[in-house]
């Protein structure tokens, strides 16, 4: 008897939590907004992304923040499991949706022939950010910067670093005073190690080929091993922590350059409490950097990590809602030569980018080169990313 | 000579010389002094939650929401530090313990009370207790390293006689452990509904509430996982150690403990621990060995619960030959 | 009483028949699509959300009949996605180099019943428990094809995978017809046949199974090939919704969704009882559910812990599914002796 109502109990608390769950999520604005005094009509711009941690949402509330302010209406499907078939369904349940432009940021290279399709069929525009899709599934590509450039800048602040030279801001891509700084080195050969993502991050390995080809250049031969130490953390604190400790103890190299987003504070969480020379350097969100350096201290800035580098997210997210707004509005369609204006926004003045060729047959957009942060102007940035 | 060999423990033993004649050849970096000490620090982590599902393990049941409890519970002192200035360490972990063992309560109530499969009921937990730290997280905000003073850290990372705490508080917990093991009728119950429920509960052990109490207690060296977790890395997610049950579950069998229950030697937990920790780092410091991690690991488990049942047959056999030979 | 078995009027077996597990789930099942009418009507009117809601539910569909084989002997398999990655990469990289999908195709479905055999060769002969062996078993498999495939991704597939997902048949999706007749195909093998009651008895009592003559082992092994061969088919599915993309992560979490629709659909994990037609309502409970979900607003995050919910009601109440019968029963039972005593 007492289970038979419990059972029943159990049905109608699924059915009442389901409704109530329904009501709830039907008022809510965080995923989906309207611009104020629209209707139904209006077109809906969305946005998919890899996956619902903070470093991608930076990217989510660039779009979201933009479409707001210039009063597109938006919808967030991002998903909550970084993987392509999450993706590919929460596309569809945009198509069934009905919006008009789509930005993704793929989870995976392949995987979205059909759905795209689909989607195309439909009349939706579609664009990728960050990591692309085939050419003809997108109007067009924003990069934020190029891998090309991600990878070499990365490169460079190692190397920079491991000489112990500081960042000069009227040489921002630094081949100028790399250049001289190596002429000038006479020390034993410096060795690179690297802590990336997973095994199998397209955009890593993309950005680890850069690398390989930036070293291969004249400037570094004697002077840089062209073989670097790749470790794997995964994009896992824990794991890269126990990168970061193997190469502590293995004391061989002479920076660390972190190319996945867990890796700067698992390094420092690692080093603390030890007198290591090892530098780190590589991408971070300032707001990280700052807020990670576990007191705030002067010190670690200048014991660990000299410099670090990002690209704007925030913007990067306006900028596709940009370009779906002009593809469905104007006409925009990605071609190469034509040219994108962003409204101004925000902190952010009017912007005009021209579409380019991609190396991949498509065309992109990109945004302009990697910011490098150092302690002087890292405070600064945290506020926006 | 026998006696050594007949030791359920050689096997483990024998892996573990071999990982570090291995490592002497094959990475002597191995052997830094400041290796050992992150190493061991950074895997503590594994350490608790194999302990953890040890206790589940032996009662028959399994429980694959350990880290949702860990992530939830450092989140939760987190942010509990953050928004009560002044509260002491003591009340916090005091607090994280306790939040453990609440979530151990509902994984308990829903395997034992309602029936339902051990898997399938943890599962079920951990996604619903994952889902209420993503909320409270503010929609899965990470903490951050700031949040944390040297206070709060120095749980973890103070040292005392030049061991982190975090170390000591892991070999507290495995003593208690084994003290617990072998001296209270607790365990016993929790040994004999591992074996055989219905014999049990003939037997008249209160198989329910003797399987709840097992996810209490598991739970709450969870919960004080989580705020070491939180206290060593000074920062946590709502999904931070996400797939660590695995490992864990893996530890506890290479340790001994039979799958189907009844069975666990703290000796053999502890030697498992340490194992599993130098295959870890064994693996990350050999370029280009990370990518079999996975598969090492499916072997690793495969082998161990082989040579679990081998030896397990092979004792019962001897143990029949002797009461022949009695006889 | 007269002893032996109680004749029923047609009313009261009408009646058993509508409470019935399969029965609550179809009830669930309209009542969702209901909630979804009421509450979208725009969107479930619009043509083709219902195929584009079914679609996209049922690319793990035939691991979902094959685990009910397997939840029926009380055993599990979580190895299922992790086969199917290796039936992906065998067909994939056999195709790659110029293969015919006429080759290709039946050579990943062979590897595939071989790693079911490898599964079931240490469950039944080795007497390793399931639960620990299918975990292992899947870290090994999608390792694997990590270390095989690396980075890279496979991308030739026969041009049939994208249709079976995508198409549609004088209005019905071609998944869904496939799956039907699959069903069938399962419902035949477990009413029908020596092997289906075989399974049930084994999931029963396994001991006394084995001491009634039965070749348990012989049985969980084909099970498990059975269930290989369904993870292979799955590929199928799968890829296809993916429109022919598949690398080593493919798939990764998707065997505890196969698990939860199995469960939902009154198979219990303890094995012995459960039927194919509850599982295959189950995965279109599914489908809907989780489209419906984020079609009312609700985000990913959410509705996963929704869905874990969700789970873990439903198997509390199939646990007490056979108690709401019997308290049924029993409450009849009363009624009628209270009425003789008087």
């Known amino acids: 008897m007492k289970k038979r109502v419990l059972s029943m109990l159990m049905v109608m608390a699924l059915g009442a939590g389901m409704l109530a769950g329904c009501g709830k999520s039907g008022g809510n604005t965080d995923n989906s907004g309207k611009a104020p005094g629209s209707d139904n009509d209006k077109n809906v711009y969305a946005i998919v992304d890899k996956n619902t941690t903070e470093w991608c949402m930076k990217d989510v509330h660039g779009f979201t923040g933009f479409c707001e302010e210039v009063g597109y209406s938006y919808k967030d499907g991002t998903v909550a499991e970084t993987s392509v078939s999450a993706q590919v369904q929460a596309i569809d349940e945009l198509i069934t949706e009905g919006v008009a432009g789509i930005a993704i940021n793929a989870n995976g290279d392949t995987g979205f022939e059909q759905i795209l399709k689909k989607a195309q069929e439909a009349g939706i525009k579609t664009c990728s950010y960050d990591a692309r899709l085939a050419p003809d599934q997108r109007v067009t590509h924003i990069n934020q910067t190029t891998n090309e450039d991600a990878g070499k800048y990365m490169l460079r602040l190692g190397v920079l670093a491991a000489l112990r030279c500081e960042y000069d801001e009227n040489d921002p891509d630094m081949t100028a005073t790399l250049k001289k700084a190596l002429e000038e080195y006479t020390g034993p050969e410096i060795q690179l190690g690297i802590i990336s993502a997973g095994v199998d991050a397209p955009v890593q390995n993309a950005w680890l080929v850069y690398m390989e080809e930036e070293l291969a250049e004249d400037m570094y031969k004697g002077k840089v091993n062209p073989q670097m130490d790749i470790k794997y953390g995964n994009d896992d604190v824990t794991e890269s922590g126990n990168q970061a400790s193997a190469f502590l103890a293995e004391d061989k190299v002479d920076v660390i350059i972190c190319i996945s987003g867990a890796a700067p504070q698992a390094c420092v969480s690692a080093f603390e409490g030890s007198d290591t020379d090892i530098k780190v350097t590589g991408c971070g969100l300032p707001s990280w950097v700052v807020d990670g350096m576990p007191s705030a201290d002067e010190d670690y800035w200048s014991k660990f990590i000299p410099h670090i580098l990002l690209w704007d997210l925030n913007y990067m997210g306006a900028t596709a809602a940009a370009v779906l707004e002009a593809a469905v509005e104007d006409g925009f369609d990605g071609s190469v030569g034509s040219k994108l204006t962003i409204p101004a926004f925000d902190r952010y003045e009017e912007r005009t980018l021209e579409v380019t060729e991609c190396d991949d047959g498509g065309t992109e957009v990109v945004i302009g080169a990697p910011v490098v942060f150092t302690h002087e102007n890292v405070e600064e940035w945290a506020k926006i990313l | ?327 | ?342």
């Open chain 3, 1 to 342: 009483m007269i002893a032996g078995k109680k004749m029923l009027t047609k009313k009261q077996k009408a009646g058993r028949f509508l409470i019935r597990w399969e029965m609550l789930l179809m009830y669930l099942l309209i009542v969702l699509n209901l909630v979804l009418l009421i509450m979208r009507p725009d969107l479930y009117l619009k043509p083709g959300t219902l195929a584009s809601m079914i679609q996209s539910g049922l690319n793990i569909c035939p691991m979902v009949l094959g685990m009910s084989l397997i939840m029926m002997m009380g055993d599990v398999d979580v190895s299922c996605t992790a086969n199917m990655v290796v039936c992906a990469y065998a067909t994939g990289k056999l195709m790659e180099g110029g293969i015919p999908p006429a080759i290709a195709v039946p050579a990943g479905l062979a590897a595939c019943i071989v790693l079911g055999a490898v599964n079931g060769f240490l469950v039944a002969y080795m007497g390793m428990p399931a639960v620990i062996t299918t975990i292992a078993t899947s870290l090994l498999y999608r390792g694997m094809v990590r270390v095989a495939l690396g980075t890279n991704v496979l991308r030739v597939f026969p041009d049939f995978y994208s249709t079976v997902m995508w198409e549609e048949a004088a209005g019905i999706p071609v998944c869904m017809i496939l799956y039907l007749l699959m069903a069938a195909v399962f419902v035949v093998i477990l009413h029908k046949s020596r092997y289906g009651r075989a399974l049930y008895m084994i999931g029963n009592n396994a001991t006394t199974a084995e001491y009634s003559g039965m070749n348990v082992r012989k049985i969980k092994m084909i099970t498990f090939m059975i269930m290989g061969f369904m993870s292979g088919l799955a590929s199928i599915f799968y890829i296809g919704r993916l429109g022919g993309g598949a690398q080593s992560a493919t798939g990764n979490g998707e065997e505890m969704t196969v698990i939860a629709i199995t469960a939902l659909g009154g198979v219990s994990a303890a094995g012995g009882s459960g039927g194919i037609y509850g599982p295959v309502i189950a995965t279109f409970i599914m489908a809907v559910l989780k489209y419906s979900l984020s079609l009312l607003g609700m985000d990913d995050n959410g509705r996963k812990i929704f869905i874990g919910i969700i789970l873990i009601v439903a198997v509390i109440v199939t646990s007490t599914e056979r108690g709401i019968i019997d308290d049924l029963k029993e409450n009849m039972r009363k009624k009628r002796q209270a009425r003789y005593k008087n």
């Open chain 2, 1 to 327: 000579m026998k006696h050594v060999l007949k030791n359920r423990n050689l096997g483990l033993i024998v892996g573990i010389v071999v990982m570090l004649i291995a490592a002497w050849f094959l990475t002597p970096q191995f052997y830094g002094m400041s290796t050992f000490a992150s190493m061991i620090r950074n895997n503590c982590v594994y350490a608790f939650l194999a302990v953890a599902e040890m206790l589940v393990i032996m009662s028959g049941a399994i429980d694959l929401s350990g880290p949702s409890v860990l992530a939830f519970t450092a989140c939760a002192t987190t942010l509990l530090y953050r928004n009560i200035p002044g509260i002491p360490m003591s009340v916090l972990i005091l607090l994280a313990i306790l939040m453990g063992v609440f979530c151990g309560v509902l994984s308990g109530l829903v395997t034992f009370y309602f029936d339902v499969q051990p898997m399938i009921a943890t599962l079920g937990t951990s996604y619903i207790i994952r889902g209420i730290t993503y909320f409270m997280t503010g929609k899965g905000q990470q903490m951050l390293p700031n949040y944390y003073t040297e206070e709060f850290k120095r749980i973890a990372t103070g040292k005392i006689l030049g061991l982190y705490n975090i170390i000591w508080v892991t070999i507290l917990i495995l003593i208690l452990a084994g003290i617990f093991l072998n001296y209270r009728q607790q365990a016993r119950r929790m040994l004999a509904i591992g074996s055989n429920k219905e014999s049990a509960q003939v037997a008249g052990i209160n198989v329910r509430l003797t399987g709840l109490k097992g996810y209490m207690i598991a739970g709450g060296i969870c919960g004080l996982a989580g705020i070491m977790y939180a206290a060593n890395y000074s920062m946590c997610l709502y999904s931070s150690a996400e797939g660590f049950e695995m490992t864990a579950i893996a530890t506890c069998i290479l340790g001994g403990a039979a799958i189907t229950g009844g069975e666990a030697r703290i000796s053999g937990n502890i030697l498992a621990i340490l194992l599993m920790t130098i295959i870890t780092v064994f693996i990350s410091m050999l370029p280009g060995l990370s990518i079999w991690a996975d598969a090492i690991q499916g072997i690793i488990i495969i082998a161990a619960v082989l040579l679990n049942i081998f030896m397990a047959k092979s004792s019962e056999r001897n143990e029949l030959k002797e009461r022949g030979q009695r006889m």
